[in-house]
Antibody, heavy 119, light 110 residues
């Protein structure tokens, strides 16, 4: 069974760094784009960016370019989302998700990682 | 890239049909047949309902259907059930291998 399992909830202070993970199983991890999606409290879904683990080709939505870094280690079937200086406005649920169906939709989602940034 | 526009809310009674629209607001978004739809139940991760405008993944009820006319994609739910009460999001291709979600529509089953 195909699964994406994300790392656990995090509570951080403003200015701290953070790296959350998403590990895939049950399919060829290297061959499918993995996206990161933000959902701020009570708000909608925002597509942050995407990575192809096979060659680490990475694309960012303009509003997230320079704000986060997306990476992957195909040897351990894991994608990452990291921040170098968190802000309170980064408080949100973050989902990783796999692009399936020829890359034209997101067919599987992780369970989400809640990141809380508060002083 | 601007987010497609969805109505903030729709409602219907059990057994009725409702349609949620998703209108591209910029020329570089939605100018293709790649629109998808997702259902998000409270406290849960989203779930794919429709891809490539009108295709249903295995396991999704045929009460859910998709269509598109010009720059507006639509999701229709027929035979409304209480369990359909959720947030619904469209998603359009924005270019350069990235995508953009609509603002979401809250469906209330009366």
């Amino acid at each position: 069974e195909m699964q994406l399992v994300q790392s656990g909830a995090e509570v951080k202070k403003p200015g701290e760094s953070l790296k959350i993970s998403c590990t895939g199983s049950g399919y060829m991890f290297s061959n499918f784009w993995i996206a990161w999606v933000r959902q701020m409290p009570g708000q909608g879904l925002e597509y942050m960016g995407v990575i192809f683990p096979g060659d680490s080709d990475t694309r960012y939505t303009p509003s997230f370019q320079g704000q986060v870094t997306i990476s992957a280690d195909k040897s351990i079937n894991t994608a990452y989302l990291q921040w170098s200086g968190l802000k309170a406005s980064d408080t949100a649920m973050y989902y990783c998700a796999r692009h399936g169906h020829g890359g034209n939709s997101i067919d599987n989602w992780g369970q989400g990682t809640l990141v809380t940034v508060s002083s | 890239q601007s987010a497609p526009t969805q109505p903030a809310s729709v409602s219907g009674s059990p057994g009725q049909s409702i349609t949620i629209s998703c209108t591209a607001t910029s020329s570089d978004v939605g100018n293709n047949n790649l629109d998808s739809w997702y259902q998000q139940l409270p406290g849960k991760a989203p779930k794919l309902l429709i891809f490539e405008v009108d295709k249903r993944p295995s396991g999704v009820s045929d009460r859910f259907s998709g269509s598109k006319s010009d720059n507006t994609a639509s999701l229709t739910i027929s035979g409304l059930q209480a369990e359909d009460e959720a947030e619904y999001y469209c998603c359009s291709y924005a270019g350069d291998s990235t995508w953009v979600f609509g603002g979401g529509t809250k469906l209330t089953v009366l």
